[in-house]
């Protein structure tokens, strides 16, 4: 079974400046995708950024950005220029690449880092 | 603008009640859609996997009696919390994907169930 998880239960950072999070998966399949997703106090789930397993390009979304290390099997978000309106509690996600079966879509979450931003 | 509806979110009932939860796909058919339990400060835990014309499949541990879920048709799926007491009381939020397996997971607002 797939696990993904996050260490830092609480992160904070100081407006305008850098942060990273961290997130750690162990799976035995090659073909998957990763997801940061953004959970604010209105607990609406809002997708950050997603990265293929198969794609060696760390992807990027304007402020916001992973170092994917299929290897080491690590997934971290870097979030940079930190807005105030980025607090929320963030959570990475695992999601196999086969679309066959029932567990299609099926999404595998880590525990969840807070995240404070400080003006 | 949302392409998943989740319905109602807030709902504050007397114990012993049954509480629906409603989830349909806006704009694209949904052949699976999922429910999670969130309780505060907490992950996402998976409840179970809802598949449209045939039985849900539910996570070790989730009492199927319980937690009734009906995916009748490609935009809709229920959860239904039967006989509901203060210890079910949580977030609960469902996801659904388009049939295109690339594309990411939509996530409704989720609803927010008080037991008293």
Request: proline share 3%.
């Amino acid at each position: 079974a797939q696990t993904v998880t996050q260490s830092q239960p609480e992160m904070s950072v100081q407006e305008a400046e850098t942060v990273t999070l961290s997130c750690t998966y162990d799976t035995s399949e090659s073909d998957y995708y990763l997801f940061w997703y953004k959970q604010p106090p209105s607990r609406q789930m809002i997708l950050v950024i997603r990265q293929e397993a198969y794609k060696q390009q760390n992807a990027t979304e304007n402020r916001f950005s992973v170092n994917f290390q299929k290897a080491a099997k690590s997934f971290s978000l870097k979030i940079s220029d930190s807005q105030l309106g980025d607090a929320a509690m963030y959570f990475c996600a695992y999601r196999r690449g086969d679309a066959g079966g029932t567990s299609y879509g099926k999404l595998t979450f880590g525990q969840g880092t807070i995240l404070t931003v400080h003006p | 603008g949302a392409v998943v509806s989740q319905h109602p979110s807030r709902v504050i009932c007397k114990s012993g009640t049954s509480v629906k939860i409603e989830c349909r796909s806006l704009d694209f058919q949904a052949t699976t859609m999922f429910w999670y339990r969130q309780f505060p400060k907490q992950s996402l835990m998976l409840m179970a996997t809802s598949n449209e014309g045939s039985k849900a499949t539910y996570e070790q541990g989730v009492e199927k009696d319980k937690f009734l879920i009906n995916h009748a048709s490609l935009t809709l799926s229920t959860l239904t919390v039967t006989s509901a007491h203060p210890e079910d009381s949580s977030f609960y939020i469902c996801s659904a994907g388009r049939a295109t397996y690339s594309q990411p997971q939509h996530f409704g607002d989720g609803t927010r169930l008080s037991i008293l």
